[in-house]
C-alpha cells in the first residue's frame, strides 16, 4: 500500500534525499548539542546535532545558529527531521526555546502525517530534548532550574514492558501521559510499543494495565479499545451477528493497519462458528512468514480481543 503524505512532505523527503541546499541532512563535527532517539534494530534512529552562538555572559542566551540530522527510516522520519531542523532554524531560537518546538509542530510543518507515521515526529521531538540536554550539560546549566524535566536514562530505567521496542513502564506511562494517548492503537502510532508481537497488549503490567493506570479507570478498556472476551470476565455471548461485527471491527482497526504497515494486507473471505477464514494479500501473499503472521498476528489478536476460540484458517 502507498501512504497518503502530503505534498509538503513528499517534497521535503526529496530535497533532502537530493542534498538540495538549505537542507540538513548530516552531522556538525563537535557540535554544541546532540541527542539520539531510536535504534536502527527497531526500524527508525535519528542523530540530531546543533551548533550554536555563544553568549559569553549568560548561556542560557546562547543562540542555534545550525542544526543538522542523520536518520535512518521512511520517507516521514526524514520528512520530519527535516521539518524539526527547518522550525528551529526559523527565527533565532535560544536551545531553551526550541525545546517548545512540539512533535504536532512538526505534523503541522508538514501539512499532517499518517497517523502511523506519527512516531516520527515524536521521534524528532525527542532527539532534540536530548540535544539540547547535552548543550546543558556542556555548558554548565541546571535545565531543571529553568522548570525542565529531565528524564534520564536512570530514570528511565524500569521493567521492561514492550520487549519488541526495549521500551519501560516509567517511559510508556511518561509519553502516555505527555501525548495523551488513550489507546493501544495511539501508543503504536506514537512511540511504536506495542506495534511487534502483540503480548505486551493485555499481558498483566502490560499496555492496558498502564493506559489504566495513567487515566485512572480501573481494570477497565480505554476509549475505543475493544474489550477481550477473557478467561474471568463474565461477558455476556454474543450472537452469530455480533460475534461477525466484532470479528470485523478488530480486523479493521488493530490487524489490517498493522499488516499494511510492512505492505500487507488480510481480507476476511467468511465466518463459520468460531472459524474465521481469511485471503492475504499485498506483501503477505508471498512472504515466507506467511503462516505465522496468521497464527501470531491475525489469529493471536482475535482471540485475545474476541474470543479465545477462534481458529484462523488460510484461503
Ligand atoms: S512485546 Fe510489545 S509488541 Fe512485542
Known amino acids: 500500500m502507498a501512504w497518503q503524505y502530503s505534498e509538503k512532505t513528499k517534497q521535503l523527503f526529496m530535497d533532502a534525499v537530493h542534498g538540495k541546499p538549505g537542507t540538513h541532512m548530516g552531522e556538525i563535527e563537535d557540535p554544541d548539542g546532540l541527542g539520539e532517539h531510536g535504534s536502527i534494530a527497531c526500524g527508525d534512529a535519528l542523530r540530531f546535532s546543533f551548533r550554536v552562538e555563544r553568549d559569553e555572559s549568560d548561556p542560557k542566551k546562547d543562540v542555534i545558529t545550525e542544526a543538522r540530522y542523520l536518520t535512518f527510516g521512511c520517507t516521514s522520519a526524514i520528512a520530519a527531521s527535516e521539518a524539526l531542523c527547518a522550525l528551529i532554524e526559523q527565527g ?79 517511559y510508556l506511562k511518561r509519553k502516555i501521559h505527555e501525548l495523551g494517548l488513550k489507546t493501544i492503537p495511539e501508543i503504536t502510532n506514537a512511540i511504536k510499543a506495542g506495534g511487534g508481537c502483540h503480548t505486551c497488549h493485555h499481558a498483566p503490567g502490560g499496555l492496558q494495565d498502564l493506559l489504566n493506570e495513567v487515566w485512572g479507570t480501573s481494570g477497565g478498556q480505554a476509549a475505543g479499545e475493544p474489550s477481550a472476551t477473557g478467561e474471568g470476565e463474565k461477558a455476556e455471548p454474543l450472537s452469530p451477528y455480533q460475534f461477525s461485527k466484532k470479528v470485523e471491527s478488530v480486523m479493521e482497526e488493530y490487524i489490517r493497519p498493522m499488516l ?50 477462534i481458529t484462523v484458517i488460510r484461503l
Open 92 to 170: 533565532r531560537h535560544t536551545p531553551l526555546d526550541a525545546l517548545k518546538i512540539s512533535n504536532q509542530d512538526i505534523v503541522d510543518y508538514l501539512d499532517g502525517l499518517p497517523e502511523q507515521k506519527i512516531h516520527c515526529s515524536v521521534m524528532g521531538a525527542e532527539a532534540l530534548e536530548a540535544a539540547v540536554l547535552d548543550w546543558a550539560q556542556k555548558r554548565g546549566l541546571d535545565p531543571r532550574e529553568f522548570g525542565i524535566e529531565v528524564h534520564s536514562e536512570a530514570e528511565e530505567e524500569g521493567r521492561i514492558v514492550c520487549t519488541c521496542f526495549s521500551l519501560s513502564a516509567p
Open 260 to 309: 499494511q504497515r510492512d505492505g500487507g494486507d488480510v481480507e476476511i473471505v467468511d465466518i463459520k462458528d468460531t472459524l474465521v477464514y481469511c485471503s492475504l494479500k499485498g506483501a503477505c501473499v508471498d512472504c515466507v512468514g506467511a503462516t505465522q503472521t496468521l497464527k501470531a498476528l491475525v489469529e493471536k489478536t482475535l482471540k485475545e480481543m474476541v474470543d479465545e476460540r
